[in-house]
């Protein structure tokens, strides 16, 4: 049995969440992949080694982390209400963020907001924080993840990614490209449309001066699950070389990692990091 069906079958039996079911797999020593590996040990290897090898969580864990989390289960009961033809009113969206960010959740409130103003319509709503297994072929461990949101209209798919922060940034394509081929291998879709929604905090949106919101299409190629593998490949081969050295090299800018307080290498103040 492959490391692929192992996974598959494990977690469409799984009755839990995907937090759980991952930390399932890091018992039972069953290797996989994510996109937040590679952009982990991309950003920086030794914080790819606290965080995947020593399996060390960030403390105090950083607020956008938490923000974050509170944004994407708010946003995904909005679009499970939309599914079930049971819509959820923005003031119980709200009341829902007060539960959770108690006296201090404006700039959450306010991207909810955005979020069902700018809310997709016309699609039929085929999956919410979506778990899902992706083979990546005979030589790489399945990959693991969460698709915010997968439309579709007739035979036209569309898969959107929601994104939280200070600014606007650049979305990777790859995690979009994982998303896409896991549409294309398990709805067997021909076109898959692809958006990243992305929501800047901000306390009033009455006086900003740029936008709260953007949307932005991906555009897909020919060459871009080709692409993706090879980057994963090159990525993997560095996960293994760090597994079998026990250590890693530093590299990424230690002011914005999450592991700045908790890194012996950052604390030494090597220049080059």
Excluded at 60 to 83: C, E, L, M, S, W
Excluded at 235 to 255: K, L, N
Aim: glycine share 6%.
């Amino acid at each position: 049995m492959s490391a692929y069906d192992i996974v598959s079958a494990g977690l469409s039996a799984w009755k839990g969440g995907i937090g759980s079911f991952v930390r399932d797999l890091d018992r039972r020593s069953i290797r996989y992949l994510a996109f937040s590996q590679v952009s982990s040990l991309e950003f920086c290897r030794y914080r790819y080694f606290l965080e995947y090898f020593k399996k060390i969580r960030p403390r105090p864990k950083p607020d956008y982390f938490v923000k974050g989390n509170i944004f994407h289960r708010t946003v995904a009961r909005f679009y499970r209400g939309q599914a079930r033809k049971r819509p959820v009113s923005l003031d119980v969206l709200h009341r829902s963020v007060d539960r959770h960010r108690r006296g201090d959740g404006h700039e959450l409130k306010n991207a909810v907001t955005l979020s069902v103003q700018n809310a997709h319509v016309g699609w039929e709503i085929v999956g919410v924080e979506k778990a899902f297994v992706l083979s990546l072929g005979k030589d790489l461990p399945p990959c693991l993840g969460v698709i915010d949101l997968i439309l579709r209209q007739g035979s036209q798919y569309a898969v959107v990614d929601h994104k939280t922060g200070k600014n606007f940034n650049a979305p990777d394509a790859l995690q979009i490209t994982l998303y896409r081929e896991l549409v294309r291998q398990k709805h067997e879709a021909e076109c898959c449309t692809a958006f990243f929604d992305e929501y800047r905090w901000v306390n009033n949106l009455t006086r900003i001066r740029k936008p709260a919101f953007q949307r932005t299409e991906v555009s897909d190629s020919p060459s871009a699950w080709d692409d993706a593998k090879d980057r994963i490949t090159k990525c993997h081969r560095e996960m293994m070389s760090i597994e079998q050295r026990g250590d890693a090299d530093g590299g990424g800018p230690c002011y914005m990692c999450p592991y700045q307080n908790q890194c012996p290498k950052a604390s030494r103040g090597y220049s080059r990091y």
